[in-house]
């Protein structure tokens, strides 16, 4: 897509600063009632996972990271089948049910769902996707605080309900300096962006209603006709989803196009965010109390929304094209859905000044983060956010990208690459497109073009241990298998499985998985040494990946080995925020006394 025009780039950067320093205004204050949201609400996907928010949550708001005098909770899904972010949805209302009774009635929520295990980016799988450290700030800013910060304006112009958002994308937007989204009218309000036809095919998208004012405007407001989840193209024209600058249904607009879609002939509105106001989110909550438990994957997007809306036909509960797992139970499920939300109306607020990033896979989270020029503009991004590392030319456009880490002078990181707290000692290159996480490289390395490399503090029968998973940034972890004869069909850094495990001298058995026997992946393949140290263990696992690149042998009989899958059972969270938080105090009192030295 063509970047957008420079008056259109240019206010969006400014709303977004001033919202960015706003935000960073109300860190650490108690806020007053309609200042801020009452409630501030983390899905988490089970126990542990639950506990990893809990203690990052209550790390932040002890430093004053966080405006204080808000209600933040973690709600973790029941054990057993997964539920989807639409189950969480309902989940999380009975939550706020058991926690507040009626008094929630009268609250504005932001709930944000970051259950998953964060499979396609897995530097996020430990800690969590609403987690993920972004580079600017200080203390550096995590996806939190930014959903925090974009969403400044909302509470103050919503009647009470629940914001529902997800962990793992961005919503930028500018409007008039007088204009506030307003989230005040009953059923559901969702906000929609320009977006090209091919966008829309891996989005939700709406149906509008014709539209009679002939002037351009950033913020409209408008009714929807019907949704349509990940449509085809083919689909889009058939139902009307297509826009075109001008034509019958249009606008005029004033510059015959939409900023953010400069050169784009035809365009669609997509989806990110929604509103429901607090009556439709009992009829949810009164409908979960009657089913009681969810044996299916419900999709907030794709089973609320396409329920909404004059034109929402039934027939979508039977197309199972887009759903990773079909339960027994899911047409029946969705169909119950259908007919408790069907007549629900959903207002849609047509942002035309906006951008919608998503950065829940590898190959989002290096381009955003080191290549992508326009959001680093727009947030500020820095390309050493908070780290000691050896400066970089001014004048080189394409960097790497450093977060609260330590890099000695001597070393290497080829641009496109991330370290995000990690320790990277003497004459440690790392290639193009790595992305390292809580590691800590002691030795001379070589880190290979497209590694991604991430280490675990571990708990193993009271012993404190750690585990390094080093594979390909491009590695489908997802991708499983149901027999042990296929797992020929699986790569790990691009090679054939087996020849890894060849090399490895791993044989393949039942007992080289963890977990389900019938689903096997590199997720749940135990193919990473347990190490007694943090640097022994990105070493040892670095070994693994380098014997697999220059096929040579590298045995790890002798060690004790984990799966992914494992790990995240094992994770010692504290350990991990305790190692992460020496880097800051060592980052913080270096640069004191650098200050101390200049001052001189």
């Known amino acids: 897509m063509e970047a957008e025009s420079a008056p259109a780039g240019e206010s969006l950067r400014e709303a977004t600063q001033r919202r960015l320093r706003r935000f960073s205004e109300l860190r650490g204050k108690s806020m007053t009632a309609g200042e801020f949201w009452d409630i501030v609400a983390i899905t988490a996907a089970d126990e542990k996972q639950e506990l990893a928010y809990k203690q990052q949550l209550s790390e932040k708001l002890k430093k004053k990271e966080l405006p204080l005098g808000v209600q933040y909770h973690v709600f973790v899904d029941p054990a057993g089948a997964k539920i989807g972010n639409g189950g969480s949805t309902l989940c999380a209302l009975r939550c706020l049910e058991k926690l507040y009774g009626d008094e929630w009635n009268s609250f504005t929520i932001l709930l944000i769902h970051s259950g998953g295990y964060s499979q396609r980016l897995p530097s996020a799988s430990a800690l969590g996707k609403i987690f993920t450290a972004l580079p600017f700030g200080s203390p550096i800013y995590q996806m939190l605080e930014l959903k925090l910060a974009m969403y400044i304006d909302f509470p103050s112009h919503m009647n009470p309900g629940i914001l529902i958002t997800c962990a793992d994308d961005i919503e930028l937007y500018s409007i008039g300096e007088s204009e506030f989204i307003r989230f005040d009218k009953p059923g559901f309000t969702a906000l929609a962006h320009p977006s090209s036809l091919t966008v829309g095919t891996t989005h939700g998208v709406f149906v509008l209603e014709p539209f009679n004012h002939l002037e351009y405007r950033d913020l409209?407001?408008?009714?929807?006709?019907?949704?349509?989840?990940?449509?085809?193209?083919?689909?889009?024209?058939?139902?009307?989803?297509?826009?075109?600058?001008?034509?019958?249904?249009?606008?005029?607009?004033?510059?015959?196009?939409?900023?953010?879609?400069?050169?784009?002939?035809?365009?669609?509105?997509?989806?990110?965010l929604f509103y429901m106001d607090h009556k439709t989110a009992r009829k949810l909550l009164a409908f979960y109390e009657k089913i009681g438990t969810l044996h299916c994957e419900i999709d907030a997007y794709g089973d609320f929304l396409q329920a909404l809306g004059p034109g929402a036909t039934v027939e979508y509960t039977k197309n199972t094209s887009n759903v990773t797992k079909e339960e027994s139970e899911l047409v029946d499920m969705r169909q119950r859905i259908f007919h408790l939300l069907k007549g629900t109306p959903l207002n849609v607020v047509v942002l035309n000044n906006s951008k919608f990033y998503h950065i829940g896979t590898t190959e989002e989270y290096l381009f955003h983060l080191t290549a992508d020029s326009s959001l680093k503009s727009e947030l500020g991004l820095q390309s050493i956010a908070f780290s000691l590392f050896p400066s970089i030319p001014e004048c080189s456009t394409n960097k790497p990208c450093i977060i609260q880490s330590i890099v000695d002078s001597t070393c290497s990181v080829t641009p496109g690459s991330v370290v995000e707290y990690s320790r990277l000692g003497p004459d440690v290159s790392v290639g193009e497109n790595c992305i390292i996480s809580g590691a800590y490289v002691k030795t001379t390395t070589v880190l290979p073009a497209y590694s991604f490399v991430c280490s675990l503090s571990l708990k193993m029968n009271g012993y404190l241990k750690y585990s390094t998973m080093a594979c390909g940034v491009q590695d489908n972890l997802k991708k499983n298998v149901k027999t042990l004869?296929?797992?020929?069909?699986?790569?790990?850094?691009?090679?054939?499985?087996?020849?890894?495990?060849?090399?490895?001298?791993?044989?393949?058995?039942?007992?080289?998985?963890?977990?389900?026997?019938?689903?096997?992946?590199?997720?749940?393949?135990?193919?990473?040494?347990?190490?007694?140290?943090?640097?022994?263990?990105?070493?040892?696992?670095?070994?693994?990946?380098?014997?697999?690149?220059?096929?040579?042998?590298?045995?790890?009989?002798?060690?004790?080995?984990?799966?992914?899958?494992?790990?995240?059972?094992?994770?010692?969270?504290?350990?991990m925020i305790t190692y992460r938080e020496q880097i800051f105090l060592e980052i913080t009192l270096t640069r004191k006394q650098s200050d101390l030295e200049t001052s001189y």
């Open 485 to 575: 004869s296929d797992v020929k069909l699986l790569q790990f850094f691009g090679v054939c499985l087996l020849s890894c495990l060849d090399i490895w001298n791993l044989k393949v058995t039942e007992e080289l998985f963890s977990g389900n026997k019938t689903c096997l992946s590199l997720w749940n393949a135990r193919i990473f040494p347990v190490c007694s140290s943090l640097s022994d263990s990105v070493t040892t696992s670095l070994k693994m990946l380098n014997a697999v690149q220059s096929k040579s042998t590298f045995s790890l009989n002798n060690y004790k080995l984990l799966s992914i899958e494992e790990m995240l059972f094992y994770k010692d969270i504290e350990d």
């Open 220 to 272: 409209e407001y408008r009714s929807c006709h019907r949704f349509l989840h990940k449509p085809s193209i083919e689909e889009m024209y058939e139902f009307d989803a297509v826009c075109r600058p001008g034509n019958f249904f249009q606008q005029e607009f004033a510059g015959s196009v939409i900023p953010s879609l400069k050169l784009e002939p035809e365009y669609v509105y997509t989806d990110s």
